[in-house]
């Protein structure tokens, strides 16, 4: 059996367990945050061969589109892949405390209500939890502006620094290797691919989808002669 499949179905009734958090109240937690962007101005990812590459695939839900009108974080899901092995001991979710009410045509899409959020925790301490989790890792997504966008809003909002990870868009690989097929959404890729989504716009379960279109995408690229995101983002700079 697929490990993904697996591993999707070993979770089921276990998301809320093996959270991580930072003290709120540590003094240490800013400086956690500073040694945290200078590992990452470290450390160059692009040129790391596909197989050394320790990344996180992340997915958020979200009230809307525009985190600048107002719209703001439901929720945060992630997964770990080193190489291409998913770090099956190792996800992260958590529902995010906000004043913001998930509108109906949200709350049903995303299954996540008023009354889900009330006692969750505030973003400051969600968005802490969240890097510590991540550590340095290239960060993965699909269609990855929407959580650029929200993560950049909300960790200046949260913490008033500026949010420093790169974000590798799994639509470009999509785009390289079925450019004529026209493959956009998480759904159709995963649809072409044969990846099941359990529970979709939940933001663990899509992390675990996108994670593992990412890893049948870069053995795909591997075998086109792709070794590194350098390569990547050079042939998506000469494509129309």
């Given amino acids: ?26 003094p240490s937690n800013m400086a956690y945050l500073r040694n945290l962007e200078r590992e990452m101005k470290n450390e160059d990812t692009l040129d790391l061969p596909f197989d050394d590459l320790s990344i996180t695939v992340f997915d958020l839900e979200t ?3 525009y985190p600048y009108n107002g719209d703001q974080i439901l929720s945060i899901g992630a997964v ?3 190489g291409n092995q998913m770090v099956d001991s190792q996800t992260f979710y958590t529902l995010v405390g ?13 299954g996540i209500t008023r009354e889900m959020i009330e006692d969750a925790p505030p973003l400051r301490d969600a968005l802490k939890s ?48 079925h450019n004529q097929q026209g493959l956009t959404t998480l759904d ?3 649809d072409h691919y044969g990846i099941d989504i359990k529970k979709r716009h939940h933001a663990l379960y899509d992390s675990l989808a996108t994670a593992e279109l990412w890893v049948v995408c870069i053995k795909d690229l591997k075998k086109e002669g792709y070794s590194n995101l350098n390569e990547i983002y050079a042939r998506i700079a000469t494509m129309e």
Wanted: glycine share 6%; aromatic share 10%.
């Fill in 1 to 26: 059996m697929n490990p993904f499949v697996q591993f999707v179905k070993d979770l089921s009734g276990k998301i809320g367990g093996g959270l991580s958090s930072l003290n709120q109240n540590d």
């Fill in 63 to 65: 009230t809307g589109f």
């Fill in 80 to 82: 770990k892949v080193k």
């Fill in 98 to 110: 906000t004043e913001a009410e998930p509108s109906q045509e949200i709350a049903s899409l995303t």
């Fill in 130 to 177: 969240f890097f510590e989790y991540v550590k340095a890792d290239l960060l993965v997504a699909h269609h990855a502006n929407h959580e650029k966008q929200f993560m950049n809003h909300a960790t200046w909002i949260a913490l008033r620094k500026r949010f420093q990870h790169r974000i590798v868009d799994t639509a470009f690989l999509t785009k390289i290797l």
């Fill in 188 to 190: 159709e890729c995963c």
